[in-house]
């Protein structure tokens, strides 16, 4: 993989992590916080149609590259990224350049 430039890096993410709490009935309740808004080279990966329990879903796949920063160092796959109002689940995360940039895949569904 080639070198981002700062100019690749155009593309603001937000890194997001999900908080788990009780509510009044005490039932568990999801939200997201902010982890980093960071800028990202941004590569479309492929976009398909999956087929589970009878469901037909189309998903985009993206690829981010972000730089390597103690913010964003313990990034995981149960995390997640907002990119232009629409979240997208991680699914590998893979360190290159001596661990100075992030490559990111996550997916989304399209009817978001």
Excluded: H
Aim: a negative charge.
């Amino acid at each position: 993989m080639a070198k981002p430039t700062a100019e690749d890096l155009k593309w603001p993410i937000t890194l997001q992590r999900a908080l788990k709490t009780r509510n009044n009935f005490n039932e568990e309740v999801e939200s997201w916080i902010d982890i980093a808004t960071v800028g990202a080279k941004v590569t479309d990966a492929t976009a398909g149609e999956s087929y589970r329990a009878a469901e037909v879903g189309a998903e985009i796949s993206a690829r981010f590259v972000i730089r390597w920063s103690p913010e964003v160092a313990d990034v995981a796959a149960n995390d997640r990224i907002l990119f232009n109002d629409r979240p997208y689940n991680i699914t590998a995360i893979r360190d290159f350049e001596r661990g100075e940039w992030r490559e990111i895949d996550a997916v989304a569904r399209a009817e978001v």
